[in-house]
């Protein structure tokens, strides 16, 4: 996959700052809100809800691109223990800021970001590559399949 090495982003996304730093990965998209406590393997990071549409797939090492959180407030403590694990994702991109995704953030300690120009959710596919500078309120998208 190219990175901004051999070409610019095929898009830039600008935002608001969660949890501040610089990281570049592989896009995981879902459309679906994560259920941190009952919906994940906090072993893996593997979502494990029922009828979800990323069932059985991991988040670890991926920029988790979702709507957000939902469940109860053991959501931050089941993220928390993908950090102890290894299989935390890399940055979160979510739209709708709530306690759970703000705290799950905190504690994961990954670049998040929130409060897009533009839908993450209408631009990032999965497999596409993103770098998300959190401090800089940017992410740039390189799409996977070349321009879109």
């Given at each position: ?6 070409r610019?982003?095929?898009?830039v996304?600008?935002g608001?700052k ?5 990281v ?28 979800h ?80 500078d959190?401090?800089l ?5 390189w ?6």
């Open positions: 996959m190219a990175t901004a090495e051999t610019a982003p095929d898009l996304i600008r608001r969660v949890v501040g730093g610089l570049e990965g592989e896009a995981l998209v879902t459309r679906q809100t994560i259920s941190g406590w009952g919906g994940i393997n906090s072993m893996t990071g593997t979502v494990i809800e029922n009828h549409e990323l069932k059985g797939i991991s988040f670890a090492g991926k920029v988790l691109v979702f709507p957000g959180a939902k469940g109860s407030s053991g959501w931050s403590g089941a993220f928390h223990t993908t950090k102890l694990t290894g299989s935390a994702p890399l940055a979160m991109l979510f739209n709708v800021t709530t306690t759970k995704a703000a705290l799950g953030a905190v504690v994961l300690r990954v670049p998040t970001m929130t409060d897009f120009e533009s839908d993450p959710l209408d631009a990032i596919a999965t497999g596409d590559w993103v770098r998300v959190a401090d309120g940017l992410v740039q998208v799409k996977a399949n070349g321009r879109d």
